[in-house]
């Protein structure tokens, strides 16, 4: 059926960012233990408390146990197998921030990221400032200056812990603590790098503040930290977007990012991930197991949007702690899966003040053998009188062989409280089809047009420069694959 | 898990009674089992108790205290290819792992198996007592439906006092076979109940199935339902009326295991007081069930701010060609509504009462076993002055 063949096609598509960038790493040894994190913290000339923070988050770690009630399956992850600090070897020292290493520069160049260039939209003013971070370390972060005029701190975690330790130390761990979870302790205890951006009371952020991050040498695992702290009446948005060589063997991702809405603050992040997926027969790929969370005060809003291409394995439920009142929690995420990969991703919406509101919208695509999960906590707190919540999960299935699941929990503990939950599992009809056809689409089109119209709701809420790399990796991923 | 250190609270029943689940078992996540375990249960009574179930016309059989009561029970005069035998058959499709299940398989005593040979139509309801006034008693009951035969059953749970009763109904439904069941726990207010009904349904096979939870401490019903065949159908309805500190838990798991059939579930909890409403709804579609339709909602009123209600409406899809959807909402009585009544002359409490009513009517009104509503309707009148009385019949 030409129909399938299309959808093959489409599904087919070989991961583009798959490349490698030789480049001289300074690495530690593979392998996990207090040397290991004390080397860490050493080479990032730490401070003596962020070591002990370090220390005790390993410690806690060794008493945990990796969790195993989620639904993707692996095997297991040797953890003294990962080389847990990676950095690009730079052949002299810096100087300053525009002695980066061509071969660096390429390299992202190469991913359609150009440092140098100051990336504008033709017929708008809006630009980017981009923090890049390679392997472990943050390699460099434009538009500083600029930035700095309207005093937002938008800078690598390590550079924030120098420059800015009061606000770090005031923040760190205050909304994922160091026991949050498994993969959050192990990312608090070996950490390398990340973004840190503080926007000061009442400042509008002038432009989206971006971070990409690159995994390249083979081996490592990547840990990075974002902390983002949002003061009174301050807004900010915020992108992210992952890469990763094709390896054959499966590299670990635990990342965890911080959000602090302060009172009237207004936080919007979002992210593109497309982590290397493993190849057609699921051998190697990106296991992404992060923690997100956020905490919104009084009148604050949180918004999270998500479009999950890549990796083998993606694990995350982006929440929001809808702690003051009248506080507002989002979140859009369209996840696709294809050939092997899972995908268990949702979100936590914890109301706690009055008036809360959230709002969840969930599209799922699943081809091929991928199998994916929407799970999901709405979880009303006794206090949280007039709260709200709307929550819709869609799920598109195109072939015979994947999956797709809805495990909502909705726990109410008001009367007051209006609670809404609404999901819906179908797959493009061959009416849809033939209509489209019969307009003059190809195959390929026409399901690209539909799937596009199925996430448009979330590819909306994405920023511009964003909503159009989503909208062409969505129909990269799907050449051929409509059954 | 168990302590070691006190004493297990089915010890008295069985010597190596299994380790109970706790709340960090994901199946009993919110269903803590604190009036299970407060104290040891003990081997109950052979003092008679008397019910006050109504009689349906047709054929009864009476459990006392978890006992085969003959003199209450009423087995003849059954239409031919029909048989109600007191056997205690042994459990074939509840999972021995769970440990209720393996407690069952333990401790059971009496049972009963009702066939109903092919093509055979029986007219009247058969009615199923379990009344029970203390300690723990466990009961077995196998339906088996020949193909294209027709049945319609009445489970009533009910009693006095503190006691635990921990049943399974084992269903078998043959291909064109039918089947209607209404469960209803009307209890004492300190009853536990731990129930699980499992079906198994041929090609074109029908079951429904309604499930009402009026009164008790603690009800917990599982409902199992395998679609093992082409086009077959069911339909479950679940109500549960909780006061007081009363938790009331329906756990269903819906398997389209062939292709072509449908699911529709419908339930309702309203909670008053401090009790608390959980419901967990799981349709797993299995590989090839294509042309499967499942639907599943879940409406949860809560009438206090002490009242809680936990809701996991799933779905796990490994088939393309399917419809599925569910839904599920939680909130109060609307307030513009009960504005409206007020401004009509009704009493906020009259007011209240009415929204609440036609809230757990849409459920008692679809009641498929004939008589088991009007039954209903009464319980329902006292609950809501009077209101119950004004249910709509739906025989014709």
Known sequence: MAQNESIQALTEQEYKHGWVTHIDSDQVPAGLSEDVVRLISAKKNEPQWLLEWRLRAYRHWLTMKEPTWQKPKYPAIDYQSVIYYSAPKPKKELSSLDEVDPELLATFEKLGISLDEQKRLAGVTSNVAIDVVFDSVSVKTTFQEELKKAGIIFCSFSEAVHNHPELVKKYLGTVVPFTDNYFATLNSAVFSDGSFCYIPKGVRCPMELSTYFRINSAGTGQFERTLLVADEGAYVSYLEGCTAPSRDENQLHAAVVELVALKGAQIKYSTVQNWYPGDKDGKGGVYNFVTKRGVAEENAKLSWTQVETGSAITWKYPSCILKGDNSVGEFYSVAMTRDYQQADTGTKMIHIGRNTKSTIISKGISAGHGDQTYRGQVKILKSAVGARNFSACDSLLLGDKCGAHTVPYIESSNAGAIIEHEASTSKISDEQIFFLRQRGLSEEDAVNLIVNGFCKDVLSELPMEFAVEAQKLLGLKLEGAVG | ?396
């Open chain 2, 1 to 396: 898990m168990a302590s070691t250190t006190t004493q297990h609270p089915f010890a008295a029943l069985t010597p190596i009674p299994p380790a109970l689940p706790t709340i960090r078992d994901e199946d009993w996540r919110f269903t803590p089992l604190k009036a299970v375990t407060a104290q040891p249960w003990s081997v109950p009574s052979t003092a008679p108790v008397k019910h006050d179930t109504p009689d349906l016309g047709g054929a009864r059989v009476v459990f006392v205290n978890g006992r085969a009561d003959e003199a209450q029970s009423r087995l003849s005069g059954l239409p031919a290819g029909v048989t109600i035998s007191r056997e205690l058959a042994p459990l074939q499709q509840a999972s021995p792992e769970r440990p209720f299940v393996a407690l069952n398989a333990a401790c059971a005593r009496a049972g009963a198996v009702i066939r109903v040979a092919r093509n055979v139509k029986i007219e009247h309801p058969v009615l199923v007592v379990y009344s029970s006034s203390d300690g723990a008693a466990f009961t077995r009951l196998r339906l088996e439906l020949e193909q294209g035969a027709e049945l319609s059953v009445a489970e009533h749970f009910c009693g006095t006092g503190r006691h635990f009763l921990g049943s399974i109904t084992e269903a078998v439904i043959g291909a064109n076979a039918s089947l209607k069941i209404a469960r209803v726990v009307a209890d004492s207010a300190q009853a536990v109940h731990v129930g699980e009904f499992n079906a198994r349904l041929g090609r074109d096979a029908r079951l429904v199935l309604d499930s009402i939870a009026l009164e008790a401490e603690f009800a917990r019903t599982e409902l199992r339902v395998e679609l093992d065949g082409e086009g077959s159908h069911c339909d479950l309805r679940g109500l549960a009326l909780a006061r007081g500190t009363a938790l009331f838990d329906h756990q269903i798991h819906v398997d389209h295991a062939k292709p072509h059939a449908t699911s529709r579930q419908l339930f309702r909890n309203v909670l008053d007081d401090r009790s608390r409403g959980v419901f967990s709804g799981r349709v797993i579609v299995r590989p090839g069930a294509l042309g499967t339709d499942a639907q599943q909602q879940n409406n949860n009123l809560l009438l206090s701010d002490d009242a809680r209600v936990d809701t996991k409406p799933m779905l796990e899809i490994y088939a393309d060609d399917v419809k599925c959807s569910h839904g599920a909402t939680s909130g109060q009585l609307d307030a513009n509504a009960v504005f409206f009544l007020r401004s009509r002359g009704l009493d906020e409490a009259t007011a209240r009462h009415l929204l609440t009513f036609a809230f757990a009517n849409e459920i008692i009104e679809h009641i498929a076993v004939p008589g088991v509503q009007q039954w209903l309707s009464a319980q329902m009148g006292e609950r809501f002055h009077g209101l119950g009385g004004t249910a709509r019949s739906n025989e014709q």
